[in-house]
């Protein structure tokens, strides 16, 4: 059995859990074990940038530590053994650079546009190989690889429960899934359409999150449900959901993301809308498997056409759910991974 091991941000973050974890059962089955080292619990966050010397002092001490838990991990793996990093390292990253394995960085984020550019750059030219989420992320990072190899976000379809009955048993459920960094990043500025969509909407909504937190909204927003992240909840969102939303602001690092809520919501057999933003508008077939909306009146246009016609929810339900299997599933796209980490370890 070959092994390969993954550095990830967190046990429950989107890109350990979809990007990499997902693919542990396709890889045992074909003769790979993957190991996987997470960082912290939970979705991986690191404490906020502050003044407050405690502050810096505890981040300091976590940093060291995790460092020495890398290094140590690192000494006890043969040199041939492969290693997957997750996205950026929360810790120093001298010994990954040291390190004579072989080396992969998928990156599903603009991450070449933080405050950590220059360590993230520096790891991707020691990688063999850079897997990208997508072709903005692989063209950004060309000029500084060795090599891309682009790999969408994908989702072991089969654990999700699909939607079958698209009756709307009281208000329509607009729902939105996705970490509490992503909600201030993504969902926050779009709910400033939210009063005008529900002045003009003609059928009575609800606005559902799940998330790792609740989000902090202002009472003009009006009412907001939320739900509480965990693994059995989002295998189940077909159960919380009549329709998956997905806005994104329109700027260089929104463009970048992998559009992972997308295929979640698409593998549950859920309608979709989501802003023609990035990968968006590749995941999304324009009222096939949902709507692509750019503005309010967009937005509006979409949202009551769902909300009228159960038929039409049916139909780009389980448009998306067959493209959730053929384009965005585990089965898809594992041997692209399994020929990476055969490349890299001859």
């Keep these: 059995m070959k092994m390969v091991l993954a550095f990830t941000l967190g046990v429950d973050h989107p890109s350990a859990r979809l990007r990499i974890a997902a693919y542990a059962d396709y890889f045992r089955a074909r003769g790979w074990r993957l190991q996987l080292h997470p960082f912290a619990d939970g979705m991986g966050k690191t404490l906020p940038r502050s003044?407050?010397?405690?502050?810096?002092?505890?981040?300091?001490?976590?940093?060291?530590?995790?460092?020495?838990?890398?290094?140590?991990?690192?000494?006890?793996?043969?040199?041939?053994?492969?290693?997957?990093?997750?996205?950026?390292?929360?810790?120093?990253?001298?010994?990954?650079?040291?390190?004579?394995?072989?080396?992969?960085?998928?990156?599903?984020?603009?991450?070449?546009?933080?405050?950590?550019?220059g360590r993230f750059l520096e790891l991707c030219q020691r990688a063999q190989v850079v897997v990208c989420g997508n072709h903005t992320i692989a063209d950004a990072l060309k000029p500084f690889a060795r090599r891309c190899v682009v790999i969408p976000t994908v989702v072991e379809t089969e654990l999700y429960r699909v939607r079958t009955d698209y009756r709307l048993a009281g208000p329509l459920r607009l729902g939105w899934l996705g970490s509490s960094m992503s909600l201030n990043e993504t969902l926050l500025p779009w709910l400033e359409l939210l009063p005008?969509?529900?002045?003009?909407?003609?059928?009575?909504?609800?606005?559902?999150?799940?998330?790792?937190?609740?989000?902090?909204?202002?009472?003009?927003?009006?009412?907001?449900r939320f739900l509480k992240w965990s693994p059995e909840v989002e295998e189940t969102i077909s159960?919380?959901?009549?329709?998956?939303?997905?806005?994104?602001?329109?700027?260089?690092?929104?463009?970048?993301?992998?559009?992972?809520k997308l295929v979640q919501y698409m593998a549950a057999g859920l309608p979709v809308v989501a802003a023609p933003v990035g990968v968006n508008a590749e995941l999304v077939i324009?009222?096939?498997?949902?709507?692509?909306?750019?503005?309010?009146?967009?937005?509006?246009?979409?949202?009551?056409?769902?909300?009228?016609?159960?038929?039409?929810?049916?139909?780009?339900?389980?448009?998306?759910?067959?493209?959730?299997?053929?384009?965005?599933?585990?089965?898809?796209?594992?041997?692209e991974w399994l020929a990476v980490l055969s490349e890299i370890s001859r």
Aim: charged share 25%; with cysteine.
């Design 51 to 117: 003044d407050c010397w405690w502050r810096r002092l505890t981040r300091r001490v976590e940093r060291g530590w995790q460092t020495a838990r890398s290094a140590a991990a690192l000494n006890k793996i043969p040199p041939t053994q492969p290693i997957i990093i997750s996205r950026e390292l929360p810790v120093n990253c001298r010994p990954f650079l040291k390190a004579p394995n072989p080396l992969v960085l998928d990156v599903d984020d603009a991450l070449y546009l933080g405050s950590g550019r």
């Design 196 to 224: 005008e969509i529900r002045r003009q909407l003609k059928i009575n909504f609800e606005l559902l999150v799940i998330a790792d937190e609740p989000p902090k909204i202002s009472s003009a927003v009006g009412e907001m």
């Design 239 to 260: 159960d919380h959901f009549d329709i998956g939303l997905m806005p994104l602001q329109n700027n260089s690092y929104q463009a970048a993301k992998c559009g992972a």
């Design 286 to 335: 324009d009222g096939v498997t949902g709507f692509l909306a750019a503005d309010a009146g967009g937005w509006i246009r979409a949202l009551q056409l769902l909300a009228e016609t159960e038929a039409l929810r049916m139909s780009l339900g389980q448009a998306g759910r067959a493209r959730a299997v053929e384009n965005y599933s585990v089965a898809r796209w594992g041997d």
